[in-house]
């Protein structure tokens, strides 16, 4: 007999990795099987950051590492805040974590009571509104609209916070919409958390080195709020690096000290070489992102031209990471004679099935009627994908 906790039955799984796994066995089965799923640049890793993982083995980084990483990585993290984000965090500010979800969850433990109230704008990644759950927390979602470009409006805020709200979670550029707040939008938002003393916001800007149009703006960077502002960051998306699981915040003193004391009971400081490479990363050129970058720009103009040709769909041109979130709500309803499609997350089924190519529906991310596809992945196949996924749903009527 199965004896789990109340805390456990009350997650979710991760839909996006839930939809990565089924295509995994699929493709096990000898499918063609066309990823869009995973959020995963497919680029490797840079030699020179590879090189300083291989160094730091044969230096011997094979002992316990400090709780909170690394005095020069958390060195190196605080001069990138301030020479490429405006933003002065000292090194004692700066948290290591294992990935940027490590680095959320970290945050949403410290602060969050139980019944306390978290605002997450909708569509939202996945995991925000379970870590949530997780804290016992309650999750307000506020909904943005593609006629919006997928952005909340400040009004909207407004009228969501009460004397429970503790915490706003901001993500620009945007899982899984690939929306941009530009800087006037952000000073709006950050204009009403300014007038509710107590509520924070956490603001995750993993992918700020994928924007295609405008500039990225750090949240804290609005020097009215930035004592209430947790920014998460990491190396994964702009250093192709998911699999080191390096993430890091910039937060209040008093918040990173509780970060430091929470992980130093879960997890203790993440994988040593890991830190080495990730230090190499922060240190580096850029040049491998500006390369990725114009990828996923080519990229990103590639697939909404094709999808606008598919009836129906209606798409909101992103302006950053790499996703794009179509609204699917014409093949609602609709169906080829032997399946009935009712919500999003059963057309990514339906999708996955006969057009052999994985998305993620979006109920998970917010969004009902859209779902979300990445292309972190080659031209070519984002044109066979297109092709499939138009074959397929001209058969739903």
Same mark, same amino acid.
């Given at each position: 007999?199965?004896?789990?906790?109340?805390?456990?039955?009350?997650?979710?799984?991760?839909?996006?990795?839930?939809?990565?796994?089924?295509?995994?066995?699929?493709?096990?089965?000898?499918?063609?099987?066309?990823?869009?799923?995973?959020?995963?640049?497919?680029?490797?890793?840079?030699?020179?950051?590879?090189?300083?993982?291989?160094?730091?083995?044969?230096?011997?980084?094979?002992?316990?590492?400090?709780?909170?990483?690394?005095?020069?990585?958390?060195?190196?993290?605080?001069?990138?805040?301030?020479?490429?984000?405006?933003?002065?965090?000292?090194?004692?500010?700066?948290?290591?974590?294992?990935?940027?979800?490590?680095?959320?969850?970290?945050?949403?433990?410290?602060?969050?009571?139980?019944?306390?109230?978290?605002?997450?704008?909708?569509?939202?990644?996945?995991?925000?509104?379970?870590?949530?759950?997780?804290?016992?927390?309650?999750?307000?979602?506020?909904?943005?609209?593609?006629?919006?470009?997928?952005?909340?409006?400040?009004?909207?805020?407004?009228?969501?916070?009460?004397?429970?709200?503790?915490?706003?979670?901001?993500?620009?550029?945007?899982?899984?919409?690939?929306?941009?707040?530009?800087?006037?939008? #952000?000073?709006? $938002? *950050?204009?009403?958390?300014? /007038?509710?003393? %107590?509520?924070?916001? &956490?603001?995750?800007?993993?992918?700020?080195?994928?924007?295609?149009?405008?500039?990225?703006?750090?949240?804290?960077?609005?020097?009215?709020?930035?004592?209430?502002?947790?920014?998460?960051?990491?190396?994964?998306?702009?250093?192709?690096?998911?699999?080191?699981?390096?993430?890091?915040?910039?937060?209040?003193?008093?918040?990173?000290?509780?970060?430091?004391?929470?992980?130093?009971?879960?997890?203790?400081?993440?994988?040593?070489?890991?830190?080495?490479?990730?230090?190499?990363?922060?240190?580096?050129?850029?040049?491998?992102?500006?390369?990725?970058?114009?990828?996923?720009?080519?990229?990103?103009?590639?697939?909404?031209?094709?999808?606008?040709?598919?009836?129906?769909?209606?798409?909101?041109?992103?302006?950053?990471?790499?996703?794009? #979130?179509?609204? $699917? *709500?014409?093949?609602?309803? /609709?169906?080829? %004679?032997?399946?009935? &499609?009712?919500?999003?997350?059963?057309?990514?089924?339906?999708?996955?099935?006969?057009?052999?190519?994985?998305?993620?529906?979006?109920?998970?991310?917010?969004?009902?009627?859209?779902?979300?596809?990445?292309?972190?992945?080659?031209?070519?196949?984002?044109?066979?994908?297109?092709?499939?996924?138009?074959?397929?749903?001209?058969?739903?009527?």
């Amino acid at each position: 007999m199965e004896y789990l906790s109340d805390r456990v039955k009350s997650l979710a799984t991760s839909q996006t990795l839930a939809m990565a796994q089924k295509s995994r066995e699929l493709k096990a089965k000898g499918i063609d099987i066309i990823s869009l799923s995973l959020g995963e640049p497919d680029f490797n890793t840079p030699d020179y950051i590879k090189e300083a993982a291989k160094k730091a083995i044969d230096d011997n980084y094979s002992k316990y590492p400090p709780v909170p990483g690394y005095n020069d990585l958390r060195e190196a993290i605080s001069e990138k805040f301030r020479k490429e984000n405006g933003l002065n965090y000292s090194p004692e500010q700066v948290i290591v974590s294992a990935g940027g979800k490590h680095s959320l969850i970290n945050v949403i433990m410290s602060i969050i009571n139980p019944g306390d109230e978290v605002i997450i704008l909708a569509p939202y990644w996945v995991s925000y509104y379970d870590q949530v759950v997780l804290a016992g927390g309650i999750p307000v979602i506020v909904s943005a609209k593609l006629e919006n470009a997928f952005k909340v409006r400040p009004e909207q805020l407004e009228s969501a916070i009460t004397n429970k709200t503790r915490l706003v979670i901001f993500n620009s550029p945007s899982n899984p919409t690939g929306m941009v707040y530009n800087r006037k939008e #952000m000073e709006g $938002i *950050a204009r009403i958390v300014e /007038k509710h003393e %107590g509520v924070f916001v &956490i603001s995750d800007e993993i992918y700020e080195y994928i924007v295609f149009e405008g500039e990225h703006v750090s949240m804290a960077s609005f020097v009215f709020i930035s004592d209430r502002v947790i920014t998460v960051n990491g190396v994964s998306k702009g250093y192709a690096m998911t699999g080191w699981r390096i993430g890091y915040i910039g937060a209040p003193l008093w918040i990173a000290k509780a970060c430091d004391k929470l992980q130093g009971q879960f997890t203790s400081g993440v994988c040593s070489i890991a830190q080495r490479a990730a230090l190499a990363a922060i240190k580096g050129t850029g040049e491998s992102q500006r390369i990725m970058r114009e990828a996923f720009h080519r990229r990103r103009n590639l697939i909404c031209d094709l999808l606008k040709d598919i009836k129906g769909l209606r798409v909101s041109i992103p302006q950053g990471a790499f996703y794009v #979130m179509p609204d $699917i *709500a014409y093949y609602l309803g /609709k169906s080829d %004679g032997m399946t009935k &499609i009712n919500t999003s997350d059963e057309l990514a089924l339906y999708l996955l099935d006969k057009a052999q190519v994985a998305t993620v529906g979006g109920d998970a991310f917010g969004a009902p009627e859209c779902i979300r596809i990445s292309y972190a992945t080659s031209d070519e196949l984002l044109v066979e994908a297109v092709r499939r996924i138009k074959a397929t749903l001209d058969k739903l009527r």
